[in-house]
């Protein structure tokens, strides 16, 4: 069964072959679905036939959203921290402790619920592909727990046990990263992907360069694939260690150094900005032309999370990147669904060339430049296709 797309105002491919930037843009354009895959793309004129069509009338269609960094198997409600936040209090990663509590106290149900809403809120403005962390339940029960169910509806799954250390074990890291590192990782990694740990020696409750070294050498003995949450509060250890360990993606990077931006021009390591952060927790924006410069691959993602940034929107922190770290448009996009992508080490998503997966967004405008220009506007969403799913 094929579907043609046609009536595309404005294709964005990500095929750099296509013109003379990577977004590989084709105005006038058309698509051919095969078996849930991209089999053709062109010039509308020139399309070949194909058993069903959607005629999207005009409108802009880009890849789908790949959201490479997301909290979601959560419960409670940390909006007055928020609040406070707002007021001048700041982000250290203490909130987080709550929300354990409450997810500890929360049925499956309820977790699936709120797990399955926010996927769907997701879908509903262009995400197609999510990656989903652990963290929030810190026992080996929990955790595992929360990896089952964000399995159920994504593959992209993360063993995040070393989020902060629980209050059962304040004042015993070392206790706390032996469990994470042995009964837990074994009951985890069966239902993840990628291990990551939130490197931060600026938090009292987060983990310094060794101990999260320790966590990522387990993870990778385990089979995990490596991510970092990486200088976000100061410029510590994280990014060095994330690009020495040969991690997919340093996520954060608000605060970088020198060798820290060197580190990542030299390896294979994406940096994962995540630009809500900032914006909701009132705090300098990572310097994304500095990484561009030195020619580092360069993702954005929401961080959905409950504590330091709750938005699900892929299109906000697009206008983010651009608006506040100076992003063009065409950067921030090819970061949020190409850049997305290489941070899941992913070549079948973040683009609709030839034997993509058919992960499509529609935006209500005739070109992609107005993700960031009708900032807060509900104007993409994924684009079902019909047979395709
Ligand atoms: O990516 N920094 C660590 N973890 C999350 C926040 C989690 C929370 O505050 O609940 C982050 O910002
Ligand atoms: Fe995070």
Known sequence: MSTLVTGIGELVTNDPSRDDGPLGVIAGAALVVEHGHVVWTGPAKEAPDADTRIDV?????????????????????????????????AYDGGG???TVAATRAASDETLRLRLRTLVAEMRSQGTTTVEIKSG???????????LRLAAEVTAETTFLGAHVVPTEYAGRPDEFVALVTGPM????????????????PASPHA?????????????????LGLRVHANQLSAGPGVRLAVELGAASADHCTHLSDADVDALSGGSTVATLLPGVEFSTRSPYP????????????????????????TSSMAFCLALAVREMRMTTAEALWSATAGGAAALRRTDVGHLGVGAQAHLAVVDAPSYRHLAYRPGVPIVRALDVPGHA
Request: a negative charge; proline letters at 3%.
């Open 207 to 223: 983990f310094d360069g060794d101990r999260a070294r320790t966590v990522l050498e387990a993870g990778r003995a385990a089979g």
């Open 136 to 146: 929030y339940g810190l026992t080996v029960e929990e955790e595992a727990r929360a």
């Open 57 to 89: 009338g005009g409108r802009a269609v880009v890849p789908g959203f790949v959201d490479s960094h997301a909290h979601l198997v959560f419960a409670g409600d940390r909006s007055a921290e928020f609040e406070a936040r707002m007021s001048g209090a």
């Open 287 to 310: 310097d994304a032309r500095r990484l561009l410069a030195a020619g580092v691959t360069v993702a954005v993602a929401t961080d959905c999370n409950p504590g330091s940034c709750f």
């Open 185 to 200: 990782l074994a009951a985890c990694a069966p239902h993840a992907r990628w291990i990551d740990v939130f490197c931060e």
């Open 96 to 98: 987080i402790s709550s």
